[in-house]
């Protein structure tokens, strides 16, 4: 069965630890993760004993984080879980890109099997396999990895299924995702695809100022350089598509 699935990969990760002690990487890793579970908790919270957490409680989506990548899946292609899958993909996106980490990502509609097992023997060793795999996984890295921007673009493949399904997909789509051109490594050129949202609505002159400083500012944080070339095209490229919500379409 195909699933959905929402892939992320965090960029500037690997300057992240190469510059952090241990004790910092551990802090940052795990406000990634309170992201990730505010994204499937929907805003949704509980009491803690050491605090409110979210209520992941209601969730149907499956996650797992490895290193810079984080991956969303449904356990199959119900309207349910396409309209979950929407949404906490649209929240971890926009968190990501506006406040926390900033991440490229792709929607994909594919197959996806995951595989858990732990063993621990008696000398201390380990044997954990906490692992994914299938062509859907394969064709959403592909689509991320090719992308030269913080954001999130939603793939043919899922655009498909929409239409198979009789939906309208500028209407169905509005609230989560927009058209435009994306930038792509190496010049390579496609039309204008459906992009998730990073803006509700539309931005005035402050809020663009304020948000675009705020996107820069999370490429630099936790010590990660700017002044590379490549980072700063990713920088403009993702201010550029900030830009584009001075309309409200």
């Known amino acids: 069965m195909k699933k959905f699935i929402a892939y992320f990969d965090y960029l500037g990760f690997k300057q ?4 952090n002690d241990l004790d910092y990487q551990r802090k940052i890793v795990g406000n990634n993760f ?3 579970e505010s994204a499937l908790g929907q805003g949704n919270s509980k009491e803690a004993p050491h605090g409110v957490i979210a209520d992941l409680s209601n969730s149907r989506i499956n996650c797992i984080n490895f290193s810079d990548t984080v991956v969303f899946w449904t356990n199959d292609d119900t309207e349910a ?4 899958i929407l949404e906490v993909a649209y929240k971890f996106n926009w968190q990501a890109i506006d ?3 900033p991440a490229r990502g792709s929607l994909v509609y594919g197959e996806i099997v995951y595989v858990d097992f732990k063993q621990k023997n008696g000398a201390g060793g380990l044997y954990n396999i906490n692992s994914v795999f299938g062509k859907g996984l394969v064709r959403a890295h592909e689509k991320a990895e090719k992308q030269h921007w ?5 793939d043919d493949s899922f655009i498909d299924e929409l239409v198979n399904r009789g939906y309208d997909i500028d209407t169905f789509l509005k609230p989560y995702a927009k058209k435009f051109k994306v930038p792509y490594k190496n010049g390579l050129e496609i039309p204008d695809e459906f992009v998730m949202r ?4 539309q931005i005035n002159d402050e809020a663009f100022k304020n948000y675009g400083n705020g996107i820069r500012e999370n490429f630099a944080n ?3 350089s700017i002044d590379n070339q490549d980072v700063k095209e990713k920088i403009e490229n993702t ?3 900030l830009a584009s919500f001075y309309n409200n379409d």
């Open 34 to 36: 309170r992201d990730i």
């Open 16 to 19: 992240f630890i190469d510059n």
């Open 81 to 84: 879980s396409l309209m979950e």
């Open 239 to 241: 201010i550029n598509f």
């Open 222 to 224: 936790h010590n990660k």
């Open 99 to 101: 406040f926390f980490f």
């Open 150 to 154: 913080a954001g999130t673009v939603i």
């Open 198 to 201: 990073i803006i509700k609505g």
